[in-house]
């Protein structure tokens, strides 16, 4: 699932892409519950409208209109928001296979704006339609933002020394918790509480004051440096130019399970918390 890093990358990426262009025509697939606003309402309303601004708030996007409506953009698990003709070989074969013979569209791409002046557009393709798309009206929000907490990239060792007292549950879960931080989920909760030298296991109420100063530096230096190299590309994400990020090459314990620790040696081992994989080095993490 695209988590903070690849949402932001995603932003910086569109935004000199779609700010200040109006929208021209709108494709919108069925309905489905990959609409929050029904797809002929949506294609309708946004049809004139200019693109004034492109901000992220946790995992989502928010695109702001001409007229003062914000379009509620989230890619869920396996969405895609790409540039009409962006150059992926893995995003054509994937395109290519997912067609019917002599279709001219593919069949998972939900969304499409294009603009007046002709030059590529937006296109929103999500193959298990968990990605969301919801018009709201000026001034109004939605529950799923107002849920949110501190935004990661913002966050203190203070916050998360607060948080935790309150909790019981494992300090991975409380990472995961976007009522507490919006925007950090699996991969870069395992490798911040890996550099913090943390157990994913340990009760949160068991993280010193000390412990989640240094927590908290990690979830910024690890979020940071995967907007820095384009995000993780593990399974289906890809950037908006088309173009696979590079942090899935510098993880030190996601996803690799029975591979020496970069550090000491020691086997990763995988276990599960709260339905979600954890990775983590028995040797480096108390």
Sequence with gaps: MPELPEVEVTRRLLEPKVVGR???????????????????????SLVGQSVTALERQGKYLLMSL???QRLLLHLG???????????SPRLIRRIERAAPAGASEDPHTHLVLDFEDGEPGLRFRDVRKFGKVRLLAAGQSDPRLDKLGRDALSVDGELLFAES?????????????QGVLAGVGNIYADEALFLSGIRPTRPARRVTREQCATLAQHIQRVLRRSIETGGSSISDYIAP???????????RVYARTG????????????????TRSTHFCPSCQK
């Design 165 to 177: 007292r309150r909790r019981r549950v494992p300090i991975k879960t409380l990472l995961l918790d």
């Design 22 to 44: 109006r929208i021209a025509r709108v494709h919108c697939g069925p309905p489905s519950y990959f609409f929050l606003t029904p797809p002929k309402r949506l294609a309708r």
């Design 241 to 251: 130019d088309g173009q696979d990020g590079q942090f899935q090459h510098e993880r």
């Design 77 to 87: 698990m396996t969405g895609q928001l790409f540039i009409a003709g962006a150059s």
């Design 259 to 274: 591979e020496p620790c970069g550090t000491c040696q020691t086997v990763i081992r995988r276990l599960v918390i709260g």
């Design 66 to 68: 001409g007229e003062g």
